[in-house]
């Protein structure tokens, strides 16, 4: 018989955590959710449960708590790995308040590495973002890039969190880690039961275009119509949050396959195609047979033009590739957003 492999998911009651549970525990693993709830509310871990029909282990803990992660540690025994989602990520919050940042993203970090060394437990996949490639001069990015100083706070965690992940496993050679950089994830699961719970404004694209559709906000701006682009919209690679969640099963089984000892493996998430914002409006208008109310505004500050990532490595050694395409991350945003309306959901 497989043995099931236990694997703590901190953030795990979050956007992108919530999915990667549902895909582990269909993938054969067996997923502890750790989390503070600072942005997650209870609606995610019914959902989580209503996909699979059995309830998932959660513990309440900050993750900056040595103490609460002792003693999940202590609880749950055998721990195969541990996937790191728990962070705050809202970019502008970050320019406002970057010692928020700097504490939570880095304090839970190095908490974590502690604990897990102090129990043994060798296996990191940790969620960065592709933000650390700050404004790329040619496209698409790779990972041998040095990383550039991203525009905010928030990006500079990530880029601060890989090195200081690479300074532990130089001084720990036993232990391995992945990074996962993520390009911009989008979508929701399939059953309208999990997805991505922005409080107050959403600062993200898909968010904001699915909330004006619902009459929760008045219009869209798009920021910038002047770039050097096909439409003069800014350019990203949009990437499905199934597929991302399940590049994550792939990240813990290729420790099994692959010798990643001593090192902090880099991989971009992407589906390595970009697309700009007028293409995403036209595709959820598709999807959804609606007029979307929009307005060409100003560039936002901090905004890169273009960027969108090489996924080679990711498929040659993750053997990962994205399936799922802009219409379905579309389609599953909007039933997503349908859903919260439908339960008249408010944050
Ligand atoms: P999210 O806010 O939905 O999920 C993060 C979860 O972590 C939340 O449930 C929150 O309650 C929890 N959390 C925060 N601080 C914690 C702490 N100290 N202890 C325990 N739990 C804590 O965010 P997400 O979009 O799911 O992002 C997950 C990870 O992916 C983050 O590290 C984020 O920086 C990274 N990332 C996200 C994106 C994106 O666009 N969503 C892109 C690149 C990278
Ligand atoms: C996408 C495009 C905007 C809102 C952010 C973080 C990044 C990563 C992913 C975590 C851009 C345009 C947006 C709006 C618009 N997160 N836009 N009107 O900025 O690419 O990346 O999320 O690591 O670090 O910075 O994502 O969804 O905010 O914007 O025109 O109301 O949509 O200008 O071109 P972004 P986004």
């Known amino acids: ?47 989580i449960q209503q996909i699979l029909g059995d309830p998932v282990k959660i513990y309440k803990v900050d993750c900056r708590d040595s103490k609460g992660l002792q003693n999940v540690f202590d609880k749950e025994k055998n721990i195969y790995g541990v996937i790191h989602f728990a962070a705050n990520k809202a970019v502008g919050e970050s320019v406002a308040d970057p010692l928020k940042y700097y504490d939570n993203n880095l304090q839970s970090l190095v908490t ?35 990383r550039k100083r991203p525009a905010s706070p928030y990006g500079n965690t990530k880029r601060v969190s890989e090195e200081l992940i690479e300074d532990f496993v130089a001084s720990y050679p036993e232990f391995q880690a992945i990074s996962l950089r993520y390009f911009n994830p989008i979508g929701a699961h399939r059953t309208s039961l999990i997805g991505e719970l922005p409080i107050g404004v959403p600062n993200n694209l898909v968010p904001f275009i699915t909330q004006t559709a619902a009459g929760l906000r008045n219009e869209l701006t798009v920021f910038g119509k002047d770039y050097d682009t096909e439409d003069g919209t800014c350019i990203r690679d949009y990437i499905h949050v199934v597929d991302l969640a399940k590049a994550h099963v792939k990240a813990l089984d290729a420790f099994l396959n692959v010798d990643f000892k001593g090192k902090n493996e880099i991989f971009n998430l992407g589906t390595g195609k970009g697309n700009s914002v007028l293409e995403v409006i036209k595709t959820f208008e598709k999807i959804s047979g609606l007029k979307l109310k929009y307005r060409l505004g100003d560039r936002r500050p901090g905004d890169v033009p273009k960027i969108y990532g090489e996924v080679t490595k990711s498929s040659n050694i993750l053997k990962w590739k994205s399936e799922l395409t802009l219409e379905d991350s579309m389609r599953d945003a909007w039933n997503w957003q349908q859903y919260l309306g439908k339960i008249n959901f408010k944050p």
Not at 7 to 30: D, P
């Open 1 to 47: 018989m497989k043995e099931i492999k236990k694997v703590i998911v901190t953030g795990g009651a979050g956007f992108i955590g919530s999915h990667a549970v549902v895909e582990l525990v269909q993938a054969g693993y067996e997923p502890v959710i750790v989390d503070n709830f600072e942005n997650s509310f209870p609606i995610i871990v019914d959902g």
């Open 112 to 146: 974590l590495l502690r604990v897990m060394k102090a129990n043994n437990v060798l296996r990191l996949v940790f969620s960065s973002s592709c933000t650390v490639y700050g404004s790329p001069d040619s496209l698409p990015v790779n990972e041998s890039l040095e």
